[in-house]
């Protein structure tokens, strides 16, 4: 499957943004999708997982309550809806893949990555 994040930006504090993340390929419903991000300087880090359906998530505690991950299996597509952003949410983000389906955290469990989209928060 490949895989391309899209709907970065400049927003400031307090603001939204929602990415996107378009894949190819017929079997996409059959992937867990994860979301990292990386900010200059640090190590690429877990932000969400969505299940195969988008029944279940899983975020990192700096994102909970703020952003909410969801699929459309129809399209192909993968959403992040990130709400209050925060300075500290800039980074840029890349959307994953994991072959077996099960929602995974870190970065070397997951089997293909998309380029990444650059957030970028002002204070």
């Known amino acids: 499957v490949q895989l391309q994040a899209f709907g970065g930006g400049l927003v400031q504090a307090g603001g939204s943004l929602r990415l996107s993340c378009a894949a190819s390929?017929?079997?996409?419903?059959?992937?867990?999708i994860g979301w990292f991000r990386q900010a200059p300087g640090k190590e690429r880090e877990f932000v969400a997982a969505?299940?195969?359906?988008?029944?279940?998530?899983d975020y990192a505690d700096s994102v909970k309550g703020r952003f909410t991950g969801s699929r459309d299996n129809a399209k192909n597509t993968v959403y992040l809806q990130m709400n209050s952003l925060k300075p500290e949410d800039t980074a840029v983000y890349y959307c994953?893949?994991?072959?077996?389906?099960?929602?995974?955290?870190?970065?070397?469990?997951?089997?293909?990555w998309g380029k990444g989209t650059l957030v970028t928060v002002s204070s």
């Open positions: 994953a893949a994991r072959r077996d389906g099960s929602i995974w955290r870190t970065s070397q469990g997951m089997d293909y």
């Open positions: 390929g017929r079997t996409f419903s059959r992937y867990a």
């Open positions: 969505i299940s195969l359906s988008g029944g279940t998530t």
